[in-house]
């Protein structure tokens, strides 16, 4: 019985993951510790809490494992820069001294971080360094049900690999084709992320989420992906992709593209942060999702001709876009998709521990019958009352507790039914970066002024964002064109038409806002402006409680779904403890929250108006 610690850091999005003979134990992002969203920290109290979850020592470990290999990564550094002169001097000169003072010393790095999260025995700690790539791979494939699957990893860079295709069999993993920097799908969207305003390796989903915005129809989209392809990337039959770097600056800058010459092929500037969006930018947006698709289907059917496999596992940053998911899944090339719900570099941190755990260690490898070995995401912390009626000690809360959970759930869903905004925390927390019912922010899905009021009320955040559906797995069929399940919120599909509205003739003439908030179906908050909606669906075997909740929901309606979005509000992690919720609760508009069987409602709490003395003022994302 192997025990591994996998952890990722130093970049962004830090995380630790325990596996105890090849079974998934623990995972956090250490941002749900400190506070500090997509924090590169070494992982300290992500590591302290997964060995407590699993009552272990370090000393006690078989070995430790970092998601990539530096010396790989240093490499590229100094090939990049090399074969760029005399280009870029400034970063590099910004960028050396880093590397030889951080990352070529990884190792004295981590030994010191452990000795942060308790004393051992150095002696005794192996530390192991598999590639980026690969442990994307095994962070899909390992949780899997499949014992044969293509596998496809795509983000902006590990060491040299951007973007690879795989096949898992039995307790064994090979890539099999590689696509290297400075060509990428990832850094391709970042860059389209920038210069559209929003924050790189953050804001990539606020793109996702702006693309339904364009108009499909319009001929400025269209010549959009033409410019995109003429000018910024080669597509080839495989999936392969060519970025022209006369556009780009990151292989050897410190930006993204090339302002300027950006500016001349679109026609408009950058878009500055927070300034207006006009429908120039959400054609882009549309633009570039349209293009990252291709590509992506591209790889699929590639990958499929490659392992001749039926089943295909996906990780790396780019396989959160659910939009591009969703259409790989209608053009029916595997019979079977399965997403790694982590599937950024904090899921790099678990996939390096399961490479090492299968690959290394040659665990048995016991195939699940029904759902993934994931858990459901639920890998992260969890409060007892005791740490709950601690915490309402301490802030002074006023709270009514529930002996009997279905009277709780009623209630609940009663207030959810009447328009009420609930902070819904429950059981261990979500792994990766989707609340998935455990740290989430509910409300009804038919309220036409659900979207708006969560957007600038509680989240604080740009008005445009979508919000997703959590629906009974059972009842899924009746609302979207979805046949399959998606417990981690990775697939966007059709609102059935039977629920759609139809548009006016002159939809896409009328003023962004004036669209939103044009009724669309009966489930207008979750409703796309192009009728598609991203979906969890909820299963009572790997969460009761939220499943039970819902069920109360249409017991009252008739409506077996709510609106679910993560706990927190614009620049700040996800709710970790119960302070965190209450917080969160007390600095926002919220009405009610519900922490295990304790309910509180807001307008009952001590100086429940005064929003800004509970108020933590985080960067923007």
């Known amino acids: 019985m192997k025990k591994v610690l996998g952890i990722s850091a130093f970049y962004h999005d830090s995380a630790a993951a ?42 006690e470990l078989d070995a430790v494992v970092f998601y990539d290999k530096p010396l790989l990564k240093f490499e590229r550094l100094l090939e990049t820069y090399y074969a760029f002169a005399p280009k870029g001097l400034a970063s590099f000169l910004k960028a050396i001294p880093v590397w030889l003072n951080e990352k070529l010393f990884l190792k004295k790095l981590i030994y010191d971080g452990l000795k942060e999260v308790g004393d051992y025995d150095k002696k005794k700690v ?46 064994q993993i090979k890539i099999i084709k590689e696509l290297n920097f400075p ?52 597509i080839k039959a495989d999936g392969s992709i060519w970025l022209n770097q006369d556009y780009f600056n990151y292989a050897t800058g410190l930006r993204m593209p090339k302002d300027d010459k950006w500016k001349a092929i679109f026609g408009f500037p950058r878009r500055e942060p927070e300034a207006d969006l006009e429908q120039k930018h959400c054609n882009l947006a549309l633009a570039i999702q349209q293009v990252t698709e291709e ?23 780019v396989a959160l876009n659910c939009v591009a998911n969703g259409k790989l899944l209608q053009e029916n090339i595997f019979k079977n998709i399965y997403i790694q719900p982590a599937a950024g570099d904090a899921g790099g941190a678990l996939g390096a521990a399961l490479a090492v755990s299968f690959m290394y260690f040659e665990e048995e490898r016991i195939l699940p019958e029904k759902f993934d070995l994931m858990q459901g995401s639920y890998l992260g912390p969890v409060f007892s009352d ?96 979805l046949d399959t399940d998606s417990p981690y919120m990775l697939m966007v599909s059709p609102v059935k038409e039977s629920r759609r509205k139809k548009l006016p003739d002159n939809f896409y003439a009328l003023d962004l806002w004036d669209r939103l908030y044009l009724q669309r179906s009966d489930l207008q908050s979750i409703t796309h402006l192009d009728f598609s909606a ?32 993560s706990f927190n509000v614009r620049g700040e992690p996800i709710v970790n403890t119960p302070y965190d919720a209450f917080r969160c609760f007390m600095s926002t508009e919220m009405d009610y929250l519900v922490i295990n069987n304790f309910v509180y409602a807001k307008t009952e709490q001590l100086d429940h108006e005064n929003r800004e003395k509970w108020r933590i003022k985080f960067k923007m994302d």
């Open 18 to 59: 325990l596996v105890v003979d090849g079974k998934i134990i623990a995972a956090a992002q250490e941002e749900r510790f400190t506070r500090n969203k997509h924090t590169p920290d070494f992982p300290t109290n992500a590591i302290k809490y997964c060995l407590e979850e699993a009552g272990l020592e370090i000393d």
């Open 126 to 171: 192996t530390i192991l360094f598999p590639e980026h790539h690969l442990s994307h791979a095994a962070s899909a494939y390992f949780p899997s049900k499949f014992n044969h699957s293509a596998i496809i990893t795509i983000d902006g860079v590990g060491e040299w690999c951007t973007a690879s295709i795989g096949l898992g069999e039995g307790n």
């Open 295 to 317: 590509i992506v289907i591209k790889l699929a059917k590639e990958a499929k001709a490659i392992t001749g496999s039926d089943n295909l596992c996906m990780a790396g940053g």
């Open 534 to 565: 991203r979906i969890q669906t909820v299963h009572k075997e790997t969460n009761p409680r939220y499943w039970e909740l819902i069920n109360a929901f249409k017991q009252k309606t008739g409506y077996s779904l709510v609106v679910n979005t």
């Open 183 to 234: 060509h990428s799908v990832g850094l391709l969207y970042s860059a389209f992320t920038y210069y559209l305003g929003f924050t790189v390796n953050s804001g990539e989903y606020k793109l996702m989420g702006l693309a339904p915005y364009g108009n499909p129809k319009s001929e400025e989209t269209a010549k959009f992906v033409e410019l995109i392809k003429k000018y910024l990337v080669d």
């Open 386 to 481: 005791k740490e709950i009626n601690s915490m309402n000690k301490r802030v002074k809360a006023n709270f009514k507790c529930y002996d009997n959970f279905n009277e709780l759930t009623t209630h609940v869903a009663e207030k959810i039914a009447e328009g009420a905004v609930v902070g819904w925390f429950q059981g261990r927390m979500e792994f990766g970066p989707r609340a998935l019912g455990n740290r989430s922010i509910l409300g009804d899905a038919r309220n036409p002024e659900m979207q708006k009021k969560l957007n600038l009320k509680i989240k604080y955040r740009e008005g445009f964002r979508p919000f997703a559906p959590s629906v009974l797995a059972e009842d899924v069929s009746e609302y979207f064109d």
